[in-house]
C-alpha cells in the first residue's frame, strides 16, 4: 500500500511544482510581454490574423460572447458536416460510413463543448479523418475558448479591459496548446503510441492459428497528448485512456496524468500575477488542492480494499481490479479517476462503473462541485465566482459593502454570480435526470440494478453538465434521447456561464477602484479561504446532496450488508 | 460590428486553425513517428523468425489452455474472431470494452464465482487480475503472482523446470516507470512466445 502512496504524492508534487513556472509563462504569453517563442511565433500569429481577418481590438462583454458564439457555431456545423460525410472523404481504412445524424449530433456538441461525452465507439464509428481533423481540431478550438474567456475573466476582475477573443483564442493555441503538444507527441510515439494511417493489423493468434486478432491503430498519439492538455478527454479509442495503444505504460500515465490538470492549477498562478497579489493566488490554489487530497484518499481507500464480496470468495483482501489495467493497479487507476472528473477532462484510464462507492462519490463530487480545479479555463472563473459570492456573505456578516479587489460587489454581480453557480448546474443536471428516471423502461438504459442505476443516470448529465465527459459506460446511452437529452445539458452547461461569466468580469472591469482603508475586508487571509471553502461546500455541494445519498452512500450500505 | 464581419471572421479563423491544428499538425506527427519510431509508431507489431506478424507487444491475447500461461478475462475475446464466422465485422475494426459491473451487481459475483471454480479445477491459486475482467479488454499483462501462480501447470504440462519458467518470468516482467509509477506486470504475449521458443 505504502508504494501506492508514494507514486500519487510524488504526481501531486510534480503537477504543484510546475504550476509556477507555467502559470507565469501563460501570463507573460497574455499580457503581451515578451515570451521563448516570440521569434518564430510573432509572424506566425500575423499570418494567422490577416487569413482570419482579425483586427486586436478591444471587445466588450457582449462583444466577447458573440465572438465565442459565432465561432463556435461556425466549428459546430462545420465538423457535423465532416461526421455526415466521412464516407466520401480520404483516410478511411476501415471504410466506415456516416453515424446517425442525433449520434453525429451529440458527438459535434459534445467536442465543441469541450466535454468529450462519447456515445460511441472510436475504433467502430469514426473514420481516421474525422478523428483527426474533426474530434482533433475541437480538442484545440474547445480548450482555447475555454483559455480565452479565463483570461477575459482575470482581465475583467483585475480591472483590465477583456481584450478581444480572437486574438485570445489563437495565441492560446499558437502559444500553449500547439507548442506542449508536438513535444508530448513525440515523447508518447517514443513510448509506444502509434501514429499511423495504415488500418487494423490482422494477425493469427499464437494459441490458436484458426482465430485471428484485428489490432485496431491510427494516428493516436498527435491526439492523445491534446486530449489530455486540452482537458478534452474524448478517446481515440472505445475504451479511452485504458486501451494499451492510448496508454501503454507508467510513463504515458504519468504524463497524461499531469498534463490534464496542468492549465487548471497553472492558471490560478496566472490570476495571481495579473491581481499582483501571489498571496492569494496561492491560498486559492489550497482550496481545490486540500479537497482533491481528500478525495484522492476517499477513492484510493475504496479501490484498495477491494470489494468485500469479492474477496470472500477469494479468500482475502484483494485491491478491485474490476475493469482496471495490471499496468496501472488500484492506485494509478483511483488517481486518474479523481483527476480527470477534476479537471473536467473526462479521459478515463479504469472504468468508473465499476469503482466501489466510494470512488462514485467522489468522482460525482466532482462533477457537481466544478472547481477542483475544474474545466480549461471555466474551472479558474467559478472557483473566482465563489470568491465573490464568499466576499458578499462575509459583506452582510460584518455590514459592510462587500469589495473584492478595490472593487464593490453589487446588485448585478451578486445576481450573476448567484445564477451561475446556483441554478445552471442544478437545471441542467437533475430536471433532465428526473424525466429520464420517470421513464425507467423506455428511456434509461440503466445497465446495472439498484442504486448504482441511479448513479449512472445522475452521472451521465452531471458528465455533460459540467462538460467532463466521462460516463458510468454500462449505461446504454446511444439512443435517441440520450443524444438529444444531454446536449441540452452540454450546450446549457458551457454556453450560459461562459455568457454570465464575462458580463460578470465586463462589470467589475467597469468599476472605480475604492481605495482600501482598515476597515476593509481583506481577502488573501487564510479566514477569508476558509471561508470560501465552507460556501463552496454549502452551496455547490448541498444541492445534490439527496442524489449522493440514495446512490453512492446507499450503494455503500447495500455492500456492506451483503449482496444479492 | 455588422453580422456579415462576425460572421465571415468567425468562418475565416475556423478554416485557418482547423488548416493549422487538423491537418499540418497531425501530417507533420505522422511522418515523424513513421521516420523516427517506425516500430512503435505502427503499433509495436512483433513478428515470428519468418517475418510474419505474430501480435503486438503492447495488446494482450486470448490464452486459455495449460500449455500457456493464462491471460486475463476479457469481455470482447482481445478482440478476436474466427474469420469465418466474423457476421459482426469485428476484425474489420476491431473493438475494446468493459464490462462495467457495478461491485453492488449480483452477475458480477456469479461471474467471478465461475471463474474461481475454473482455475481451481486447473490447479490455479486465483488472484485479483485473474477473476477480474480488465478495463481495455486487451489487458496484455498479468501480475507476477498470477504468473508464479500458473508455474506448476504449464511445467507439468510441457515436462519443464519450474526454475526455467520462473526465469522466463522475470525476462517478460515489465517494471514500474523509474521503478515508482505504475505496477510491474508480465507481458503473456511475450511470455508465451518465449515458452514456445524453449520447448523446440
Known amino acids: 500500500m505504502l508504494q501506492g502512496w508514494i507514486q500519487i504524492a510524488l504526481t501531486l508534487l510534480i503537477l504543484v511544482a510546475i504550476t509556477p513556472f507555467f502559470g507565469r509563462y501563460i501570463a507573460r504569453v497574455f499580457m503581451r510581454q515578451r515570451t521563448i517563442l516570440d521569434s518564430v511565433l510573432n509572424p506566425l500569429d500575423k499570418a494567422i490574423f490577416a487569413l482570419s481577418g482579425v483586427r486586436a481590438k478591444e471587445m466588450t462583454g457582449w462583444q466577447y460572447a458573440r465572438a465565442v458564439l459565432y465561432s463556435n457555431l461556425a466549428m459546430l456545423v462545420f465538423i457535423y458536416l465532416i461526421f455526415m460525410l466521412q464516407g466520401s472523404l480520404p483516410f ?36 481516421y479523418f474525422s478523428q483527426f481533423a474533426a474530434l482533433g481540431f475541437m480538442m484545440f478550438t474547445s480548450a482555447g475558448t475555454g483559455i480565452a474567456v479565463a483570461i477575459a475573466f482575470i482581465r475583467g476582475l483585475t480591472g483590465r479591459p477583456l481584450g478581444n477573443f480572437y486574438v485570445d483564442l489563437i495565441q492560446s493555441i499558437t502559444r500553449i496548446l500547439l507548442p506542449i503538444s508536438l513535444v508530448g507527441a513525440i515523447l508518447l510515439i517514443a513510448a509506444g503510441i502509434p501514429e499511423t494511417l495504415a488500418g487494423p493489423a490482422i494477425v493469427p493468434t499464437l494459441e490458436n492459428p484458426e482465430i485471428s486478432q484485428a489490432i485496431a491503430r491510427g494516428p493516436v498519439a498527435h491526439f492523445e497528448i491534446i486530449k489530455e492538455l486540452g482537458e478534452n478527454g474524448g478517446g481515440f479509442f472505445g475504451i479511452n485512456s485504458a486501451h494499451p495503444f492510448e496508454n501503454p505504460n507508467g510513463f504515458t500515465n504519468l504524463i497524461e496524468l499531469v498534463a490534464l490538470l496542468s492549465v487548471p492549477t497553472s492558471l490560478i498562478v496566472t490570476y495571481g500575477i495579473f491581481a499582483n497579489n501571489l498571496k492569494q493566488a496561492w491560498l486559492v490554489y489550497s482550496i481545490p488542492l486540500a479537497i482533491l487530497i481528500g478525495f484522492i484518499v476517499i477513492t484510493t481507500i475504496g479501490e484498495y480494499q477491494g470489494n468485500p464480496a469479492v474477496n470472500a470468495l477469494l479468500g482475502g483482501q484483494a485491491p478491485n481490479l474490476e475493469g482496471k489495467e495490471v499496468r496501472f493497479g488500484w492506485a494509478q487507476s483511483a488517481l486518474f479517476a479523481v483527476f480527470t472528473t477534476a479537471s473536467m477532462c473526462g479521459a478515463v484510464n479504469s472504468m468508473h462503473d465499476s469503482f466501489m462507492p466510494n470512488g462514485d462519490f467522489v468522482t ?51 445576481v450573476l454570480a448567484s445564477f451561475l453557480i446556483l441554478l445552471v448546474h442544478p437545471i441542467a443536471i437533475l430536471i433532465p435526470a428526473a424525466i429520464t428516471l420517470a421513464f425507467p423502461e423506455q428511456l434509461a438504459g440503466i445497465s446495472n440494478p439498484g442504486f448504482h442505476g441511479l448513479s449512472q443516470v445522475i ?59 482598515a476597515g476593509t475586508l481583506r481577502t488573501d487571509t487564510a479566514l477569508f479561504t476558509g471561508i470560501t471553502a465552507g460556501v463552496i461546500l454549502i452551496l455547490g455541494a448541498l444541492t445534490f446532496f439527496p442524489a449522493l445519498a440514495l446512490g453512492p452512500v446507499a450503494e455503500a450500505f447495500q455492500i456492506v450488508k451483503g449482496i444479492g | 460590428m455588422s453580422f456579415t464581419n462576425e460572421a ?146 504449464v511445467a507439468r504440462t510441457r515436462g519443464l523446470r519450474p526454475n526455467q519458467l520462473e526465469d522466463l518470468i522475470a525476462q517478460n516482467t515489465e517494471g514500474r516507470f523509474l521503478g515508482i509509477f505504475g505496477e510491474p506486470g508480465v507481458n503473456v504475449l511475450k511470455l508465451n512466445l518465449a515458452l514456445d521458443t524453449l520447448n523446440r
Open chain 1, 92 to 127: 478511411s481504412p476501415t471504410g466506415l460510413n456516416a453515424p446517425s445524424w442525433d449520434l453525429a449530433l451529440h458527438t459535434a456538441i459534445s467536442f465543441v463543448t469541450n466535454t468529450n461525452q462519447q456515445h460511441y465507439s472510436g475504433e467502430t464509428t469514426y473514420s
Open chain 1, 364 to 414: 460525482l463530487s466532482n462533477l457537481f462541485l466544478q472547481i477542483v480545479f475544474g474545466g480549461q479555463g471555466t474551472g479558474t472563473a467559478y472557483l473566482f465566482t465563489y470568491l465573490i459570492l464568499a466576499v458578499f456573505v462575509t459583506g452582510l456578516m460584518v455590514g459592510r459593502t462587500p469589495e473584492f479587489l478595490g472593487r464593490k460587489i453589487e446588485k448585478r454581480e451578486v
Open chain 1, 459 to 517: 452521472y451521465e448529465y452531471a458528465s455533460a453538465a459540467a462538460n467532463n465527459g466521462s460516463g458510468f459506460e454500462g449505461l446504454g446511452d446511444g439512443t435517441l434521447w440520450w443524444n438529444l437529452s444531454t446536449s441540452f445539458s452540454l450546450l446549457a452547461g458551457r454556453y450560459i456561464p461562459i455568457v454570465a461569466l464575462l458580463l460578470l468580469a465586463d462589470g467589475m472591469s467597469r468599476k472605480q477602484p475604492v481605495p482600501a482603508t
Open chain 2, 8 to 153: 465571415s471572421r468567425a468562418i475565416r479563423s475556423t478554416l485557418v486553425l482547423w488548416v493549422m491544428t487538423a491537418l499540418i499538425y497531425p501530417l507533420i506527427m505522422i511522418a515523424f513517428g513513421q521516420i523516427a519510431f517506425p516500430f512503435q509508431a505502427n503499433g509495436s507489431i512483433l513478428t515470428n523468425a519468418q517475418g510474419q506478424p505474430v501480435g503486438s507487444a503492447l495488446i494482450g491475447q486470448p490464452f486459455t489452455s495449460d500449455r500457456y500461461f493464462n491471460s486475463r478475462p476479457s469481455t470482447t475475446n482481445y478482440s478476436t474472431a474466427d474469420p469465418t464466422q466474423d457476421g459482426a465485422g469485428l476484425l474489420k475494426t476491431g473493438v475494446s470494452g468493459a464490462s462495467n459491473l457495478a461491485p453492488s451487481n449480483p452477475d458480477l459475483l456469479k461471474r467471478v464465482q465461475a471463474t474461481i471454480t475454473q482455475l481451481e479445477q486447473a490447479g490455479v491459486q486465483p488472484t485479483a487480475d485473474l477473476v477480474y475482467t480488465s478495463g481495455s479488454s486487451l489487458d496484455p499483462h498479468i501480475t507476477p503472482e498470477a504468473a508464479r501462480a500458473q508455474i506448476a501447470r
